[in-house]
């Protein structure tokens, strides 16, 4: 019972995993199978046995259905092998037909290909013809100026090159032609302004050959129509120009006319190419020239009417005019150093730095690198003024080109009248801003720097003059700027400031010193004045780095060497009656502090302890009196060796009879203490030692 009830559960569990092996996919069939061999013992026989009888059924089901669907498959086979005949013929029918489709299709490319090689050619002709229609006019108007060039027509050369450039060219740029005649209109326009140059320079030149003649047709013109009014006679001058050219019997009038109507023609041509102004200014200055030799001949030309004292008079009044200007001048320059801050000019873009150099010929590779923002060295006033002066040298000019001299002779004109603005009013100006009381110490460093930039630029002014006078400057008898000169003595004059308020500015710290001369032990720090006066020389010796290094040690040493003295003068100022050695030593701490500064060298370049040495009659003094090394003093004294080489008998003598005094008051009992009397006895020794040297030197003296 036991092994049927085994069976019949196997059974279902059998039959479900068939299910499975048949609806799963084969992947899965594995675990499958693998559950019937973990079932009973022997369970996998009934498996097996049910499997192949599974198998027998689903044979006999496919067995069913091939027999159910044979017939038709048969039926299909035999309609097959029908079709396939059919099927062959059509393989022919459409293979010819593609062979005639061929055959007949080739000709057509052929055709084809040949309309499409024609229509490209007709495209491309069409092309071609437009370009060259388009080319055509530029080609037939450079020929036609080629031509004009030939046939010297320069002013219609002009005008055709005129509507070359603004019409015909822009349409044909492309082409490398067009850039090769754009680039030989240049070199036409220049042969034109040479022959244009040379044809107005004949013309002026026949001019002048007949210069006498015209003079003589002048004078008499003047004497008819002298009661003329001023604006007739500019009127009849036109006119008499014309008649000239008609007059026959007096010159060859009709060739000159035609080479005036040639002249006036090539002018029009050089206002259409631009050098209107430069031929313009040399007609101007060749008929002024011509029309002085008429109007105003020198006394040798003749004419029966001496000019020499006129020539006098123009010459008085050109320096009665110089004067004027150089007053005018000077309250320009005043006003300019007004308006000055004295601080090195701030620039923050390119634009402003291009501004600047625009207006002042200023050259630093360092500065030109540095970025923005940047300063100029020098002040605002430095472009401003040398503006003004080249303003001043066309003033000059103007007056200067009306007296009928050379260009040598005007030359030296301008650079007299420009030597005397540098010189007298320039210089004056500056010597005046110095003097005044609101000029700090800074603004003097501003102007002696200012004063070097002006200096360096008197070259490019006389570099101006010459190019408007062209007399070149290696000529013999040149004058040259004394600009160096006149900068210099300012420079001088502004150092001599400088020294001057820097020694006041040490009076007035010095009068704020309050020492206690009575003191018994000093306060063991320098006193403040003093301290306040270092930290003042410091600030302004840095201000002092932009200065010409020989004037910054200068002024350091003289400032130094002041403070020294007024340090002396105070220790031996006779309103003093009495020192301690107290206050000597408090003295002594406040020397130290100007040793150190001088030792720290506020400015650059001295040798060793130089700038030390300004302190030393100081420091040896101090040394005598708190070491009390009055033997050695005495002993060594007049020894080029002497370790108190630099004190003075006198000085010592003062300052000790003071301290002695001060030793009396205080101590008023000394005579009854041993230490005390030895002390007073050895200063009385010591005081008369020192007069006896005193004595000795004045009777030496």
Known sequence: MA???????TVPEHERILQEIESTDTACVGPTLRSVYDDQPNAHKKFMEKLDACIRNHDKEIEKMCNFHHQGFVDAITELLKVRTDAEKLKVQVTDTNRRFQDAGKEMIIQTEDIIRCRIQQRNITTVVEKLQLCLPVLEMYSK???????????SALKTMEQLEKVYFPRVSQYRFCQLMIENLPKLREDIKEISMSDLKDFLESIRKHSD???ETAMKQAQQQKTFSVALQKQNNVKFGKNMYVNHDKIPGER???VLKHVLEEEDENEEEGDEETFENYYRKQRKKQARLVLQPESSMGYGFPVNRLFDLLFEIRDQYNEILLKKWAGVFRDIFEEDNYSPIPVVSEEEY????SKFPFQD????????????PMSQSVPHIYIQVKEFIYASLKFSESLHRSSTEIDDMLRKSTNLLLTRTLSSCLLNLIKKPHIGLTELVQIIINTTHLEQACKYLEDFITNITNISQETVHTTRLYGLSTFKDARHAAEGEIYTKLNQKIDEFVQLADYDWTLSEPDGRASGYLMDLINFLRSIFQVFTHLPGKVAQTACMSACQHLSTSLMQMLLDSELKQISMGAVQQFNLDVIQCELFASSEPVPGFQGDTLQLAFIDLRQLLDLFMVWDWSTYLADYGQPASKYLRVNP???LTLLEKMKDTSKKNNIFAQFRKNDRDKQKLIETVVKQLRSLVNGMSQHT
């Open 650 to 652: 006198n000085t010592a």
């Open 213 to 215: 003649k015209i003079g």
């Open 145 to 155: 100026l080629r031509e004009q060039m030939s046939t010297k027509r320069y002013y």
């Open 354 to 357: 291009k501004i600047v150099i």
């Open 365 to 376: 590779p360092d500065l030109e690198k540095q970025s923005f923002p940047k300063k100029f």
């Open 3 to 9: 092994e049927s009830g085994e069976g019949l559960g």
């Open 256 to 258: 000159n006319e035609i």
